[in-house]
């Protein structure tokens, strides 16, 4: 099957810093989202983007399909973003999930 | 607007128990329904998918079974719980294969 790898693993930020969240998946993909966990368990969603740059507030995100890897840039982070970040990727039915990066950030 | 919601919550169960956790999702017809764990903290698998009523995947072996009674009803069950059943469980929906996939809140399962 399609293997997603996210990195970093760990991530601590201080307050106001920029970041930059790394996915490549070994496969064609119709379909690439980025999810929030926050430290309540809740997933959210924060894009679907198969292809090309898409912004909401802070966050952005960059997938180039042709090279199978997706970023997702947070600018000056906030300790409400800590949590863990995954994306996910579908090639079909399953929706297969990278391991996550585990954001803090500090005050 | 759509909502998915999953119970309980929580949920202590001993070894060799029963389980049954219950998902629903308002405001869309025959969507797609997913149930995955999550243990310790990282990375989601995928256990069972239903693009429709009475249809399940599975994508794991395991002592897990999910139902789909109706539409937009998604049930996970076990007969006798393993330890190792312990984490957390989430229930999923999506409108088709490919498109955004919403989460529940998910269940924390604890097996004693």
């Known amino acids: 099957g399609i293997q997603v790898e996210q990195s970093p693993p760990d991530l601590i930020l201080q307050e106001g810093a920029n970041s930059t969240l790394r996915c490549n998946f070994s496969?064609?993909?119709?379909?690439l989202q980025w999810f929030h966990q926050n430290p309540w368990g809740q997933l959210i969603n924060l894009f679907y983007?198969?292809?090309g740059t898409k912004q909401n507030g802070r966050l952005s995100a960059t997938t180039v399909a042709t090279e199978r890897y997706s970023l997702l840039y947070i600018s000056s982070s906030q300790t409400t973003d800590s949590g863990v970040y995954f994306c996910a990727v579908n090639a079909g039915n399953m929706l297969t999930f990278g391991g996550g990066t585990r954001l803090m950030v500090k005050p | 607007s759509q909502t998915i919601h999953q119970w309980p919550a929580t949920l202590v169960q001993p070894v060799g128990s029963p389980l049954s956790l219950e998902c629903t999702v308002e405001g869309t017809s025959n969507p797609n329904l997913y149930w995955y764990r999550q243990a310790a903290g990282r990375g989601l698998q995928l256990l069972f998918y239903?693009?429709?009523?009475?249809?399940i995947s599975s994508e794991v072996p395991q002592n897990l079974s999910a139902s789909r009674p109706q539409d937009r009803q998604f049930i996970l069950s076990s007969k006798k719980l393993l330890l190792s059943d312990s984490g957390f469980y989430l229930c999923?929906?999506?409108?088709?294969?490919?498109?955004?996939?919403?989460f529940g809140e998910g269940s924390w399962l604890t097996v004693v």
């Open positions: 999923a929906w999506s409108r088709a294969s490919g498109n955004t996939i919403y």
């Open positions: 496969d064609s993909v119709n379909n």
């Open positions: 983007i198969p292809s």
């Open positions: 239903s693009v429709g009523i009475g249809q």
